[in-house]
């Protein structure tokens, strides 16, 4: 529907996605690394980026 991951997160409520604050944060996190070369991620921080869309993935039944 040409609408982007941004749109939908907005659109998003919690009742949807119970840790949408987080995936939410998760994707800004996301798009920095992508647009910034510079940007730099810590063990922890990589950590909790892969925890949160872990947790999204096994909700919706993605993954295991």
């Keep these: 529907s040409g609408d982007t991951m941004d ?11 119970p840790n949408i604050e987080a995936l939410k944060q998760a994707h800004r996190v996301a798009g920095k690394i992508m ?3 510079e940007f730099a991620v810590d063990k922890e921080m990589a950590r909790d980026l892969i ?3 872990q947790e999204l993935f096994s909700e919706f039944g ?3």
């Design 62 to 64: 993605i993954v295991e």
């Design 35 to 37: 647009r910034d070369p």
């Design 7 to 17: 749109d939908r997160l907005k659109r998003a409520s919690g009742e949807q996605i």
């Design 51 to 53: 925890k949160v869309y």
